[in-house]
Every structure is written in C-alpha cells, then in structure tokens.
C-alpha cells in the first residue's frame, strides 16, 4: 500500500521532470536566437525552475528591464578564506566579485563559481544565506514566536478552556499527539518522542502553508526544496538510530522468522534490511520535496500559460488568464490541502518508523528463539 | 540537475536553523503546552469522575432518605397506634373507674339509705307504739272498766298483732 503510494508519487514527479525537460531544452534552444534578436521570448520551463530552486538574491518582479530584488548575503569558504559580500555585487549575473561569478551555463548553472586558470570552473564551499535559507530563517521566526506564544497561552489558561490563536493550534497539538504519536509509537515511549514529531510536524506545515504567500518574505519554496526535506528526513534518520533498541537491530542483522539459508552464506535479508533502514528516511525525503515542488510547478505552470499565448496573440493571452488564473485559484487551495497532508504524511512515517525502532518483544519473536 | 541536487550550504544551514527550533521548541513550548494539555485532561476527569461519585452519592443519599421517610412514617404509624391505645387503655380504664366509683358510692349510698331507713322504722316503730299505748290506754280507760275485761283484751291484742 505504502509502496504504491510512493511509486505513485515518484511517477508522477519523474513524468512531470520529463514534460519539463523539452521546455527546457526547447529554452536553450530558443536562447542563442533571443540573443540576437531583439525580443525577449518567454521561457515557461526556464522561469518554472528558477522560481522553484534556490537562488542567491531574491526576486520580486520585473518592471521593463529593471530587475526589482532583494539582496541577501553571500558566504564562501575558498582556499582556506572566508569571503562575505552581498549578492548585488553580481548584478544578476552579469558581473565578477573577487573572481567569483554565476555559472551561466553547465551542471553548475547559476551557482557561484570561480574560473581557475585552465579554464574549468571549481565550485567554492558555498554557506550563503539564499533565498531558501532566508526563508527558513523567516519562517522559523515565525514558528518560534507562535509556539512560545502559545505555551504562554497555555501557562496563562492552565486548566481552563483554550483561548484565541491557541485554540485554533491546539486541535492540531491534539491530532499529532493522539493520532500520529500515540497511535504509532504507543502509550509507553510516545511522551518521549511527542516534542520532536510536534515540531517537525509545525516545521512543514508552516514551511507548507507560508511558502503559498507569493509575498517576501515568504513564498520561498522551503519544503519543496531537496536540501530542507532532506535534512528533515535526516532528523528523523537520527531518530531512528538513536532511539532504536536492541529488539530492532536483531531484526535488521538477524530477522526472526526467516529460512537460515537466506542470512547465512549470502547475508540477503541483512543486506535488503539494512537498505530499508536507509530508503525509510529517503522516501520520507522525496515525497514532501516532490509533493510540493509539483504543486508549485503546477500553479507555475497555469500563469506560464498565460504569458505562452500572450505571445502568439494578446488576446489569447487575456483569454487563456481568466483560466489560468481560476485553475491557479483552483491549485492554490489543493496546495493548502496538500501542505497539511504532506506534514501529517511526514510526521505519520516518521513516527511508524520510530514505533518500530522502540517496539518491544512481540509474540513471533520469542516463538522463534525458543525454536532456536 | 538543480533542482534534486541539495546545495552543501543549504543543507549546512538547514541543520543548524532546525536544530535551534527544535531545541528552543523542545525547551520552551512543548514542556509546557503538553503539561498544560496533559493537567487539563487529568483535571476534566477527575472532575468528570468527581461528578459520577458525587451523582452516585446523592443518589445513595436519596435511597437513604428515602429509607428513613419510611421508616420515619413507619415509626410515626406504630406511634400514632400506640398512641391510639394507650388513650383507649386510659379512656377504658377511666371509665372502669369512674363506674366502680359510682357504684360504690351507690352501694354505700344504699346502705346509708338502709340505715337510715331502719333507723326511721325504729323511730316509726317506737312513735307508733307510744302511741298506740297511749291510745290503747285512752281505749283501755274507756273499756276495760273491770280487770276480766283487761284480761281478755290483752290477750286478744297480743293475739292479733304480729309485731314487725
């Protein structure tokens, strides 16, 4: 079931990497002969993705030829010296700063990079606060204050009803408590593990829900950004290691209840188990990123549309909007549906998968080793 | 390909920004918001199983009343009969008496009656018989002028009557 579920996701990810990718290439096709002339053809692929990956300034519009952006600190570690300066010092591109420059084309394309002598571009130790990274910074202000505001409530109200904001998280406190820690992790170790599925279950949700708000500085896209659910699923990874007892680790290096001669010559169920432990975190990983980064793509795709037949006619243009804009509308709030499933989804495996990290003995088991 | 390639800064910063939300949301939320949570549930039911005993104490409390009103009435009932008797016992026994003391004081009522009407009959009885002397002398003077005469005549008398 579970499975299916993530053969589905990642389907329906990688189908939509395929649409884009002739975008993109049709894009930089297109772009030798933009160059030449005089008008800017629009890209939808090419403005998709770079309003879905990370970026090192922040991108607000676009009046005639001025870009309108937000600078934002650039942090680079290069033979054994630090380098701090605002992204401005590129002027989108289109400058060197102390011989760093964004790739303009390449594997690296948009990453700051250094030209060595031979000509090959190397890569520097890249710690800038980007737009994701500002986000993050952001959002996690924001998530901080609420929940201290909320504790506060909570200190102020004691025994009594719930009031105001705290009222609306509290069913949600309640949910992720009752039914994703206690129901997974079980009575005895889910006040232990209550704290850390509660923020990483608020962490997405807000992440999710204010990267909705095309307004700086929010909308960055965080939760559909690899780094950030991968790291994430790395907590969780953590978790899992960290907390699991011995009971789980007897059953990764020696699964009860499996033919001997599948362990011993050729260890095949360690080996298959032991790549569960690693694909559990992995999945968790790409289901949030892919889930969101489609969602965005989604929206993207319906206001690109607009400008796709803006260029054939205006009319078009303004006629194909009015869709446009009702199926964006239509997305949007998919997206507001989604960016709650995804947290609970995220916050649900990973609390199975530290109920079976802390699972005690159970029946099969101390069948097994008697037998043995 | 960007878009599925984490960037080394942005995983570097990620670890640390969640890091610090988890360790300030795990120092200063979540204690207190799921104690909070945690005390009001103890506290509503408690309260809630306050509630059923207290119910369950009123409704024993109501049985036990009304136990005692009827037992009270009960109580009441065997007074009241007792009661009722004993006012009999006392009215019978007023009556017993105040008839023996009637009949007594008939009885003695009766015997003074006698006496004295023995005592008249003497009186009577001696009026009578002076004056019958007295008459039967007057008689006698006239009559009985010689002493056969006497004679005959006190032997008649004495004959004829039969005193009492």
Do not use: C
């Given at each position: 079931m579970r499975f299916t579920k993530l053969a589905f996701f990642t389907s329906c990810f990688l189908l939509l990497l395929i649409l884009l990718n002739p975008l993109q290439s049709i894009a930089a096709g297109d772009e030798h002969d933009a160059h030449e002339t005089t008008a800017e053809a629009f890209r939808p692929g090419e403005m998709i993705i770079s309003h879905i990956v990370d970026s090192y300034d922040w991108h607000i519009a676009d009046i005639g030829h001025t870009h309108i952006t937000v600078p934002l600190p650039v942090i680079l570690f290069d033979d054994g010296q630090w380098h701090f300066f605002l992204s401005s010092k590129f002027e989108h591109g289109h400058a060197t700063y102390k011989g760093f420059?964004?790739?303009k084309e390449g594997a690296m394309k948009g990453k700051i990079v250094k030209t060595a002598a031979d000509g090959t571009q190397i890569r520097p130790?890249?710690?800038?606060?980007?737009?994701?990274?500002?986000?993050?910074?952001?959002?996690?202000?924001?998530?901080?204050?609420i929940f201290i505001s909320v504790a506060n409530s909570y200190k102020k109200t004691r025994k009594h009803a719930p009031k105001?904001?705290?009222?609306?998280?509290?069913?949600?406190?309640?949910?992720?408590?009752?039914e994703i820690a206690f129901s997974s992790i079980g009575k005895k170790h889910?006040?232990?593990?209550?704290?850390f599925?509660?923020?990483?279950?608020?962490?997405?949700?807000?992440?999710?829900?204010?990267?909705?708000?095309?307004?700086?500085?929010?909308?960055?896209?965080?939760?559909?950004?690899?780094?950030?659910t991968g790291?994430?699923?790395?907590?969780?990874?953590?978790?899992?290691?960290?907390?699991?007892?011995?009971?789980?680790?007897?059953?990764i290096f020696n699964t009860p209840g499996v033919p001997w001669?599948?362990?011993?010559?050729?260890?095949?169920?360690?080996?298959?188990?032991?790549?569960?432990v690693f694909t559990k975190p992995f999945v968790l990983m790409i289901r949030l990123f892919a889930n969101i980064t489609a969602g965005h793509i989604i929206i993207l795709g319906f206001i690109s549309l607009i400008f796709v037949f803006g260029q054939t006619s205006l009319a078009a243009g303004y006629g194909i909007s009015v869709l446009s804009v009702a199926m964006s509308i239509f997305i949007s709030f998919l997206e507001l549906l989604v960016a709650f499933i995804q947290a609970y989804v995220f916050t649900l495996l990973?609390?199975?998968?530290?109920?079976?990290?802390?699972?005690?003995?159970?029946?099969?088991?101390?069948?097994?080793t008697h037998h043995e | 390909m960007e878009l599925v390639n984490p960037g080394l800064g942005l995983v570097f910063w990620m670890i640390v920004v969640f890091s610090v939300v988890l360790f300030v949301l795990k120092k200063f939320a979540w204690p207190s918001i799921l104690q909070a949570l945690k005390d009001r549930e103890q506290h509503i039911e408690d309260a809630l199983r306050q509630a059923d005993i207290t119910q369950e104490e009123m409704r024993k409390l109501k049985l036990n009343n009304e136990v005692l009103l009827k037992e009270a009435k009960v109580e009441r009932e065997n007074l009241m009969n007792e009661a009722r008797k004993i006012r009999e016992k006392l009215i019978e026994d007023a009556r017993v008496k105040a008839s023996s003391e009637a009949d007594r004081i008939v009885e003695s009522a009766r015997i003074q009656i006698d006496n004295e009407r023995k005592a008249a009959l003497v009186d009577i009885k001696n009026i009578v018989a002076e004056i019958s002397i007295e008459i039967a002398e007057k008689i006698l003077r006239e009559k009985l002028q010689t002493p056969k005469d006497h004679q005959q005549y006190i032997e008649r008398v004495i004959e004829g009557k039969h005193l009492n």
């Open positions: 420059e964004l790739a130790y890249d710690f800038s606060i980007t737009k994701t990274v500002f986000g993050v910074f952001v959002t996690s202000i924001i998530i901080v204050l105001g904001f705290q009222s609306l998280i509290e069913p949600l406190i309640l949910f992720v408590r009752d889910y006040e232990k593990f209550s704290p599925l509660l923020s990483i279950f608020f962490f997405i949700f807000f992440n999710n829900l204010l990267g909705l708000v095309p307004i700086f500085p929010l909308g960055a896209n965080i939760t559909g950004n690899i780094a950030v790291v994430l699923a790395l907590f969780t990874f953590g978790m899992i290691l960290v907390s699991g007892n011995k009971n789980y680790w007897a059953h001669w599948l362990k011993l010559p050729l260890p095949l169920m360690p080996i298959i188990e032991l790549v569960g990973s609390a199975i998968f530290i109920g079976m990290a802390v699972e005690e003995h159970h029946h099969e088991e101390t069948h097994e | -």
